[in-house]
């Protein structure tokens, strides 16, 4: 149980920054919950018409994290019917640094789950290159190397 009261604070805490930087958020966590028909992120952000749908996790910087299918799964779904873009949001633990992973570059394991390794979050988007996106400063495609 404390593991997830320390993932919803995670969530809580990225909920206000997105907040404070001018988006209109929702959170709404689903992990462990009964509703099984109806899929949705950990947190929906909006601003200026352009939707985030974001899957949150955390990571020590070291460890890699493996996400299961279905919640990519879900995240896809939902972007599909919002017209939004999907992010994983990484929360790197002692550096409290934000990541955003888009799920299209995510890698699959052969276990048919989803991993995010050191690698990976360096080649990931920083909040402050998300809220340049949403600003119209910016393109996905111009922060990919």
Request: aromatic fraction near 8%; hydrophobic fraction near 40%; charged fraction near 30%.
């Amino acid at each position: 149980m404390r593991n997830r009261r320390i993932g919803f604070a995670h969530e809580r805490e990225l909920a206000v920054k997105l907040w404070r930087k001018g988006f209109a958020v929702i959170r709404a966590p689903a992990s462990g919950s009964k509703t099984k028909r109806i899929v949705y992120p950990d947190i929906v952000a909006i601003k200026n018409g352009y939707v985030l749908a974001i899957e949150v996790k955390t990571t020590h910087g070291e460890k890699p994290i493996y996400i299961p299918a279905h919640q990519v799964q879900k995240l896809k779904e939902f972007i599909k019917r919002s017209g939004g873009e999907g992010f994983i949001a990484v929360k790197i633990i002692g550096s409290g640094e934000w990541r955003f992973l888009k799920i299209d570059n995510l890698v699959k394991t052969r276990r048919n789950n989803y991993k995010v390794d050191k690698e990976l979050l360096t080649k990931s988007y920083r909040l402050s290159d998300l809220i340049a996106i949403v600003a119209g400063n910016k393109r996905l495609d111009d922060y990919l190397d």
